[in-house]
């Protein structure tokens, strides 16, 4: 089975299968909305992954911005699998569960690459 395109630039699974329903190559989960770029944090829970991002936000009283970091649980598909250290790019889809807005469409590098790069 060929994963299917999602309109947006992101490589390909090497998987040419899958039997997660919430996956979004090989299934019709609906992506629209919001793209971030986040760290993986945990990935101890089925299918589940927990991602960290940093912004900034603006204090108007004193002209300046302050760092500000923002946890997210994110559905991990079979296809991707992402692991702690891993950096991935995430996308918003229909809500999965109670937590989980968002699911992870590619993974960009991890700390072991990272690391022979340097």
Do not use: W
């Not at 702690?84 to 569960?97: H, L, Q």
């Amino acid at each position: 089975m060929k994963p299917r395109n999602l309109g947006i630039n992101v490589k390909q699974p090497a998987v040419i299968q899958s039997t997660d329903i919430h996956d979004p190559f090989f299934s019709n989960l609906s992506l629209r909305g919001r793209i971030f770029i986040a760290k993986v944090i945990s990935a101890n829970s089925t299918k589940t992954a927990k991602v960290e991002f940093t912004r900034l936000y603006p204090i108007p009283k004193y002209e300046r911005f302050e760092k500000r970091r923002t946890r997210l649980q994110v559905h991990n598909p079979e296809s991707i699998n992402a692991k702690v250290g891993d950096k991935v790019k995430i996308m918003e889809c229909r809500p999965i569960s109670k937590t989980k807005n968002f699911v992870i469409i590619e993974k960009l590098e991890n700390e072991s690459t990272k690391s022979k790069n340097n």
